[in-house]
Nanobody, 120 residues
Framework: QVQLVESGGGLVQPGGSLRLSCAAS????????MDWYRQAPGKERELVAS???????NYADAVKGRFTISRDNAKNTVYLQMNSLKPEDTAVYYC??????????????WGQGTQVTVSS
């Protein structure tokens, strides 16, 4: 089965940086758009950034200029470089991907999430 595994979260001081990774594994035929979402306590899950197979990107206004999404198609991995982190960036970050599994239809997959805490 297809699985997405996030890594790279942790505790960082305001102004610091973190790099999140999300690797897809399993019986993968192809991967389409990949995204990063986040959900803070008491708030709705929000789209942070997305990237198409060809590399086109979109960002939430709150993270523009600070976060960079990228992907390595050969490694089936999407990254989120987070710079100039603010306390309001604290959330559980989830990766999402549209994946065509071998012998199956396209499906939407989610990682389990990784905690990012920005605090002094």
């Amino acid at each position: 089965q297809v699985q997405l595994v996030e890594s790279g979260g942790g505790l960082v001081q305001p102004g610091g940086s973190l790099r999140l990774s999300c690797a897809a594994s399993g019986r993968i035929f192809s991967i389409g758009t990949m995204d990063w979402y986040r959900q803070a306590p008491g708030k709705e899950r929000e789209l942070v950034a997305s990237i198409t197979t060809r590399g086109s990107t979109n960002y939430a206004d709150a993270v523009k200029g600070r976060f960079t999404i990228s992907r390595d198609n050969a490694k089936n991995t999407v990254y989120l470089q987070m710079n100039s982190l603010k306390p309001e960036d604290t959330a559980v970050y989830y990766c999402n991907a549209r994946i065509v599994s071998t012998g199956e239809r396209v499906n939407d997959y989610w990682g389990q999430g990784t905690q990012v805490t920005v605090s002094s």
